[in-house]
């Protein structure tokens, strides 16, 4: 069965054409598409996806409409997340993009973005294993705990990548002051409580953070997944990348690191967020994953629908 998987998150809107046969555990990845609209961008401070963003989504999902139906799939599964949850106008946009793309948006709980990520994540790795996933989004950071057996804990932290760089890295270089300011409110954010109980056989990263930490670590121009997933990051590696990032422009950055188009001026907070959080937790290293929410809401589409998201 051929199902599109799209992601809409506050920074990107992603989309994986996956397939699956009968109830053979893993998804055949066919195709992945990537673009970085930022619909979430001020919704921190107005409470509101503009028009212009929401114009940007509607074009987007229209393209990926006819992707989809030209690969011969069967269901759209269309994911909202955080700048969604929060949008006071979301209704308003979901309505507006299932009257001109045909495709119903879903707003996901935290708790199922959660569970979502979690089981994209895992993918690969050894079932009975004590797993620790961290999602690095745009309006929001996940900290999932689970083995085997399911979730064991989750928080969605309101912490993303657009929030920190509107609230602190604006202007970019950032400065000594605005770094020092942004490490305490991720310290203050970040529930340690939570999970510290938790003994951690493996951590795994997802989202555009790693991955793309993971392709300017290896000299990776062109997103190529088979030389991404599994890879790993180690904490010294991604201090080293921090310190080289923060003394960077954007366009320097992008300028220096072609893989790093639509992120350059995140990149930044995204690592400083990811580092922040292996110190408070003492992980040495992270496993890449280039699957994550998209390859969750298949296998909850398959295995776990109840009618809440995707029902029929």
């Not at 930022?38 to 990926?64: A, E, F, M, P």
């Not at 948006?105 to 690969?124: H, K, M, Q, R, V």
């Not at 790693?210 to 790993?232: M, Q, R, V, W, Y």
């Amino acid at each position: 069965m051929k199902l599109a998987s799209i992601d809409i998150g506050t920074n990107t809107v992603l989309m994986l054409i996956g397939q699956y046969e009968g109830e053979n555990p893993e998804i055949l990845s066919i195709n992945n598409f990537q673009s970085i609209p930022r619909i979430g961008k001020d919704v921190h401070h107005s409470g509101l996806i503009s028009n212009d963003k929401t114009d940007l989504l509607i074009s987007i999902l229209k393209d990926y409409r006819k992707i989809a139906n030209e690969s011969g799939v069967i269901k759209i599964l269309a994911s909202g997340t955080n700048a969604l949850r929060t949008a006071r106008n979301a209704a308003y946009i979901i309505n507006k993009v299932k009257s001109e793309t045909g495709i119903s948006i879903n707003i996901i709980a935290p708790e199922d973005e959660a569970l979502f990520s979690y089981f994209g994540a895992i993918s690969g790795v050894a079932p009975e294993a004590n797993n620790m996933v961290i999602d690095i989004g745009g309006g929001s950071t996940e900290i999932i705990t689970g083995n085997g057996k399911g979730v064991i804990a989750s928080k969605s932290h309101q912490l993303g990548v657009v929030t920190l760089v509107e609230k602190y890295f604006r202007s970019q270089p950032p400065t000594e002051e605005h770094i020092n300011s942004s490490r305490d409110l991720i310290r203050a954010i970040v529930d340690k409580k939570m999970f510290n109980k938790f003994p951690i056989s493996n951590a795994i990263a997802i989202a555009g953070t790693p991955t793309t930490l993971a392709c300017i670590k290896n000299n990776i121009n062109d997103f190529e997944e088979e030389k991404i997933h599994g890879s790993f990051l180690t904490i010294s590696e991604l201090q080293e990348l921090c310190l080289q990032l923060s003394n960077l422009t954007p366009d320097e950055i992008l300028s220096n690191y072609k893989i790093s188009v639509g992120r350059e001026d995140v990149i930044f907070a995204g690592t400083l967020i990811l580092i922040e959080i292996m110190e408070i937790f003492r992980i040495e290293k992270v496993m890449v994953s280039t699957k994550g929410l998209r390859y969750g809401a298949i296998q909850y589409y398959r295995f776990m629908n109840d009618g809440k998201y995707f029902g029929e």
